[in-house]
């Protein structure tokens, strides 16, 4: 009996070998590498996740589908290098598995879940070469975060993970001098030309703001999210009335088109 799934998926695979064809394929396709096609990743990544966030079954199907092609595509043109294929990525994630649930596919019995957590850090670090030491060094865990996270996401680990383990202000008073201090010196070194020196001091400051979130827990790749929709929210409102092009509007005029479409948006 032919299963609905692998069949789905076939012609999935089938679609994106030949969008990748030389004779009669897309030419957007085509002009694709491995290194190009990574904003779509990050970018249908972060749409599945608003998708999964709404509810909306439809969307969720959509969006995961969009995320599951640019898996399919990279492994084509990985293929066409000579590489590796599909059936490479899945049996490695299946081997994995397998691996890493020894209380499932083995003899080891638990019903724990920071043992699961434990076990499953214990293997990888085994398949990584590594000894014990080094896997539980925090200082090692930290990395990891801050290279596959996104910059506030990992900033919110490391600070929490950090925290766990002592690295922490004993007051919230100390946390907001902290911030002061780190403000004071972002100020300071904007008025020089050292771009790298400006880098690091609005780091410091992104990076305490975040600690402050976390004391009074909030989560703060959220807060931005909300911030970032509710900047859009208003501008439509400003659009919806405008009469002629923004940038037609003056300073003050733009400023009482937004105090307008806030108010609005907060009594709706």
Known sequence: MDNPTLTALQRLIEIVAQLRSPEGGCP???AQTPQTLI????EEAYEAVAAL?????????????????????????AQEYGQFDLATVANGISDKLIRRHPHVFGDLKTNDVEQVRANWDAI????????????NRLSYKLARYARTLPPIAACAKISHK????????ECIEDVWAKFEEELAEFKEAVQSEDKAHQAAELGDLLFTVINLARWYKIDPAQALQGTNQRFINRLTKIEDVADRPLTDYSLEELEALWQQAKQQLAQG
Do not use: M
């Open 53 to 77: 966030q709404s509810e909306n079954t439809d969307d969720i199907a959509e969006e995961l589908g969009d995320l599951l092609l640019q898996v399919v595509l990279q492994s084509q043109i």
């Open 39 to 42: 904003p779509y990743i990050i």
């Open 162 to 169: 950090s925290a766990s383990a002592g690295f922490e202000w």
């Open 28 to 30: 957007w396709d085509l």
């Open 124 to 135: 990888k670090a085994q398949e990584k070469g590594l000894s014990p030491e080094v896997a």
